[in-house]
């Protein structure tokens, strides 16, 4: 008896991703199958019903929630503040049109945490699938999503979880800044970072830190600043604080045009010359990076593209349930402008 427990505890670990990496099919079409949905070919329902059964998965009691005949996208946004996410928008919403197709922008912040909250949407409203543009929820509650509905996730997504998704490769974009900075004579390269929870910016300080010791150069924990939120008077502030130091940066990496924006008016506030005493490179090649003196280099990620990919993606899982999920990284590249200059030094 107490063997046979031990057996039912270890079948409930088995994750419906587990057995759609392990049929080489989506987790939509896993879902569809344990749902009955009609939408999925007898072939593809035998071979992953023989895989549920040689992993012993027992299927939660959930039914799927949403409607392939929705014409209802549902995005879910970290916040409606930071301006690079209008573009990812631009492009849902443009494909979403070509489609017929409508999408419902939900912010989450902090609000959405837990399975029950988006249950409540989804038992709501007739939703097709979710794009998700939010930090990647916590493994559980990505799994009760994906298990509801076709997910792909934009820019941000998980790294321990098989899931859709379109994105950049922030390591190396990073590396690319610092790179260019190190190239520009510049040795004392600071960090105006978001908050860790982000992949984006995990990545994107990796990528720092590999640039620097690749180089040979010191890495300072007191040249490096964490920000809640996409926020230019939180940047003014961290970067003036760094910049007050008695052995100061003498360059800035900043993970948004608008961290950037605070760094080059915090040093002006100081007395400092951009770029001659400090130079600054951004991230993302927002309008703003434009309309600053001077103008910021940046690294140009093709934002209205990877909402446009997203959509295209998940269009296609909702209309192809046995669609296989799949990994799109877009390119970016390096923008010079006046905010960088070669070091005098």
Not at 281 to 297: A, Q, R, Y
């Amino acid at each position: 008896m107490e063997e046979n427990n031990k057996n039912l505890q270890n079948r409930k670990k088995i994750t419906i991703d587990e057995v759609a990496k392990r049929a080489h099919v989506s987790i939509a079409t896993v879902s569809r199958i344990i749902n009955n949905k009609d939408q999925v070919t007898e072939k593809t329902r035998q071979h992953v019903l023989k895989v549920m059964d040689e992993m012993a998965f027992v299927p939660k009691n959930t039914k799927a929630l949403f409607n392939a005949t929705s014409n209802v996208i549902l995005l879910l946004i970290p916040d409606f503040e930071n301006p690079f996410n209008a573009a990812i928008i631009s492009g849902i919403q443009e494909s979403a049109r070509e489609h017929d197709m409508d999408v419902f922008v939900v912010q989450t912040k902090n609000y959405y945490t837990e399975h029950r909250h988006f249950i409540n949407i989804l038992k709501n409203n007739s939703i097709a699938g979710i794009i998700i543009l939010a930090p990647a929820p916590h493994k559980s509650l990505l799994d009760e999503l994906c298990h509801s509905c076709p997910v792909v996730m934009c820019s941000e997504y998980a790294e321990d979880y098989g899931v859709s998704y379109v994105t950049i490769n922030d390591i190396e974009s990073a590396k690319s800044a610092v790179n260019y900075l190190i190239s520009t004579g510049r040795r004392k390269i600071g960090l105006i970072n978001s908050n860790l929870k982000y992949k984006y910016a995990r990545h994107r300080e990796r990528g720092y830190k590999q640039a620097l010791e690749t180089a040979g150069l010191e890495i300072r924990e007191d040249f490096i600043a964490h920000i809640s939120a996409i926020d230019y008077s939180s940047a003014l502030s961290s970067a003036t604080h760094i910049l007050g130091l008695p052995d100061r940066p003498d360059a800035f990496f900043a993970v948004s045009d608008v961290f950037a924006t605070g760094v080059i008016v915090a040093a002006k506030k100081l007395g400092l010359r951009v770029p001659e005493d400090v130079s600054v490179v951004g991230f993302d090649n927002i309008e703003l990076s434009n309309m600053t003196e001077p103008p910021i280099t940046t690294i140009e990620q093709p934002a209205h593209q990877l909402g446009y990919q997203a959509a295209e993606m998940l269009i296609e899982k909702i209309r192809k349930p046995d669609m296989a999920d799949k990994q799109i990284i877009l390119d970016t590249h390096l923008v010079v402008r006046g905010s960088t200059t070669l070091s005098s030094m």
